[in-house]
């Protein structure tokens, strides 16, 4: 029997070792990647994020799992946004867990909050545990992206809100080389300079181009069970949001 395999950047490896591989790919850049967020993107990534909260329109009370969710961005704007609520930040990488508990918001919201190290295909959680599940920049790093998106399905709370944004592809072909260009040029590079890593900042650039385009990406969403899945595009497909609901 054929072993299996999937991408590790533009490498093909055993699906086995992938997981082990980005663990140690944001081990290695944890203390700097908040950094080099703002250095790759110029600040976009905040937009973005922000992007995500007006759409996603987080309530009182609502309990969020937060999966990839590093140094915790996400949770925090999404706990502003609540008022009132709960986040739990789950990751594969604890030094990206740790780095977040240092940060000013975490201590404020201490109470609202709890870290968890575990993996986006095998969710430590009861079923219909959350109201909201979200992954930002994460998804394309997990081994098979269907597994987890029936896990999210499996932890929402019937009514839940999936809301995954990950980088994807620009539709104009002319604008997409440019951006090819920058990113395989300037991102390696600048990795070198800020963080000492080069090869962690071309394995993410990589990745970004075997991630699914919009449309497949939608079609996966829907294929885990989840209705009204839609997506929107920012900064003309860099980045992509993609919505959906357990009804």
Not at 28 to 49: E, P
Not at 67 to 72: F, H
Not at 75 to 102: C, I, N, Q, W, Y
Not at 211 to 217: G, V
């Amino acid at each position: 029997m054929a072993e299996k395999t999937t991408h590790f950047g533009f490498q093909e490896i055993p699906e086995d070792q992938k997981a082990g591989r980005v663990q140690g790919v944001f081990g290695s850049v944890a203390s700097k990647y908040d950094v080099m967020n703002d250095v790759m993107s110029l600040g976009i990534h905040r937009i973005w994020k922000d992007a995500m909260m007006d759409w996603l329109a987080p309530r009182p009370g609502q309990r969020l799992l937060d999966v990839a969710g590093g140094t915790g961005d996400i949770s925090f704007r999404f706990l502003k946004r609540a008022g009132h609520g709960h986040a739990t930040v789950l990751d594969l990488t604890e030094p990206m867990l740790v780095e977040g508990r240092k940060r000013a918001e975490a201590a404020k919201m201490a109470e609202s909050l709890d870290w968890v190290t575990g993996d986006a295909m095998k969710l430590p959680f009861p079923d219909a545990t959350f109201d909201v599940y979200t992954i930002s920049f994460g998804i394309r790093n997990v081994t098979r992206p269907e597994v987890a998106l029936a896990e999210a399905y499996r932890v929402l709370k019937p009514g839940g809100r999936l809301m995954v944004l990950e980088f994807s592809q620009i539709p104009t072909p002319g604008l997409q080389w440019a951006y090819d260009r920058y990113s395989f040029n300037l991102i390696p590079a600048m990795g070198q300079l800020i963080a000492n890593d080069r090869d962690s900042y071309q394995y993410l650039v990589e990745s970004i181009r075997k991630f699914p385009d919009q449309e497949t990406f939608l079609a996966m969403v829907r294929g885990a069970g989840f209705d009204q899945a839609k997506y929107r595009n920012l900064s003309m497909g860099i980045a992509c949001l993609h919505s959906g609901w357990k009804l």
